[in-house]
């Protein structure tokens, strides 16, 4: 071999390893530079630790990243499923296995019998099916409570075995109905209500003015609203007249015979009669209003019961 190959192959070896180092030194740079940028992003203490430490701190200066959360979506409940099976079940016979009920019956719960039930007019005729109570057991198995209304008053109910898919996209009913006890009656707590709005006040007033504009469209609901605040009333108005009758509120600034100062807000039940060519209708309503400019401005209307007290 040539010496002068043999010359240029040594002097290329340290221009390679050379280069080698270069291209280090180069990714220090780059890292340290990361790492001050990422730790001034980060904070101060982040920055004195990026400034001490180097390169290697690189991971430790960046901030802190929040750790994914994870929702499981929340499982379908099949009480629809279950009320629609009892219904068509109920209404079926296994005289009948080809009765538009009995097929219906059968879609749902292919392995369920169906019932026996006497002649015509030896019991009392059903008139609605309503799930009450789901109760998801284990990994796709429900319990639902449905509760069957008869022509004659009495109500049954009944657990209905329900099964769904891993996706919850489809269910089946399991096994045959069961006749249970209803549910028993809660103790109902102690309504927040106990303040007495005078029938002569201007609040009780702004009540009566604006429930009577919602419900028979007599006067714009709007000029009752506070600033900001969007409501429709009904349409078509289904009441000719709204009465307004006892007024009861949450905070004892509603009782006062002026309007307080602006901001304060109240909540108060009002029981209303209304009346339409059918009849007279008593109803209730929970509203939040709020004073302004000596007015009060109704805020809310609001929906289920006000549970803790309210500022006095």
């Known amino acids: 071999m040539p010496m002068g190959n043999k010359s240029s192959r040594g002097e290329a070896a340290p221009a390679i390893a050379a280069g080698v180092e270069l291209e280090k030194m180069r990714r220090r740079v780059r890292l340290s530079r990361l790492a001050l940028f990422t730790a001034i992003a980060a904070g101060p203490v982040a920055l004195a630790v990026a400034v001490t430490s180097g390169p290697a701190t690189a991971e430790a200066a960046a901030p802190n990243r929040p750790a994914p959360v994870r929702t499981a979506a929340a499982a379908a409940d099949p009480a629809g499923y279950a009320q629609l099976f009892l219904d068509a079940w109920l209404r079926s016979s296994a005289d009948e296995a080809g009765s538009v009920q009995a097929r219906l019956a059968q879609s749902l719960a292919p392995d369920v019998a169906l019932p026996d039930p006497a002649a015509a007019g030896a019991q009392s005729k059903l008139r609605s099916v309503t799930a ?50 209803g549910p028993a009656r809660a103790t109902v707590p102690k309504s927040p209500y106990t303040v007495s709005v005078p029938s002569d006040s201007s609040l009780a007033s702004t009540v009566g003015e604006f429930l009577g504009a919602y419900l028979t469209g007599t006067g714009e609901v709007n000029r009752y609203l506070a600033p900001g605040v969007k409501l429709t009333p009904v349409s078509p108005a289904p009441y000719t007249t709204v009465t307004v009758g006892d007024v009861s509120a949450v905070e004892e600034s509603a009782a006062a015979g002026s309007v307080p100062a602006d901001g304060r807000k109240v909540r108060v039940r009002v029981q209303a009669e209304a009346r339409d060519a059918a009849g007279r209708w008593p109803l209730a309503y929970e509203l939040a209003l709020t004073a302004r400019s000596g007015r009060w401005d109704v805020a809310a209307l609001e929906s289920g019961s006000v549970q803790g007290g309210g500022a006095r």
Do not use: I, K, L
């Not at 990994?139 to 639902?144: H, L, N």
């Not at 898919?165 to 096994?175: C, I, K």
């Open 132 to 181: 009450v109570r789901s109760v998801q057991r284990d990994e796709g198995a429900w319990a639902v409570t449905v509760a069957a209304q008869y022509a004659d008053s009495t109500v049954r109910y009944f657990t209905v075995p329900v099964t769904a898919d891993a996706r919850d996209a489809s269910f089946a009913v399991t096994g045959v109905p069961g006749v249970v006890a």
